[in-house]
């Protein structure tokens, strides 16, 4: 896939940094977001369902069971966005965990989300513990995470609750160490296998350790 040219500018506007880099993404890695927006979903009589890991078709009217269009859905999913500083909170034990790792790495947030929800992101990131650089992109991750690391063979860890990130990234940086978490746990049978070089952990304290390891630091 092509790179997305705001993530490039927002790239280029970041001070050059040769130390290793550690790129996190923001929903269900270092904020909630599953749990949250299920209560977002429940304040409207709506529901989300388990059955699959995606949202349309999995979110229903409560009383009909019927399921809510894409549309529908993707209007939801801009609202919970809009108010997120009123519904998500940090993933247990992220902001700690990640401001150890900052001591000795660059770490950038990379969040998939229209560019137009970045500076509502970007204060409920600071209000929350997390005032590291953060890219917007409405494209694949990998190419942003190649244009990040730069010219410099430092080493880089990847952090993502989505399979197709996590591969987009092994595509793109052959040698990036990558690293499934996801806060709600429950979504991962739904999951498709992962490659064999992912790194799956269940928390922030399992996490922290191994990719500290993983950057040298
Ligand atoms: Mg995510």
Redesign the pocket.
Known sequence: MSEDPETARQIAELARDSRPLLVL?????LLE?MVPFMRFLDAQGLAFLARSFKLTGNVVDQKTQKPLEQAAVSALLEGFFHAQREWQSAAPGAADAVAGLAAGAEVVLLTAMPHRHRDIRRQHLDALGFPYPLLTTERAKGPALRLLRGEASRPVAFV???AHNLVSVRDAVADAHLFNLMSYREMRAFLPPLPDDIVIEDDWAQAAPKIATALGI
């Open positions: 993404d923001v929903d269900e890695v977001f993502d609750d989505i």
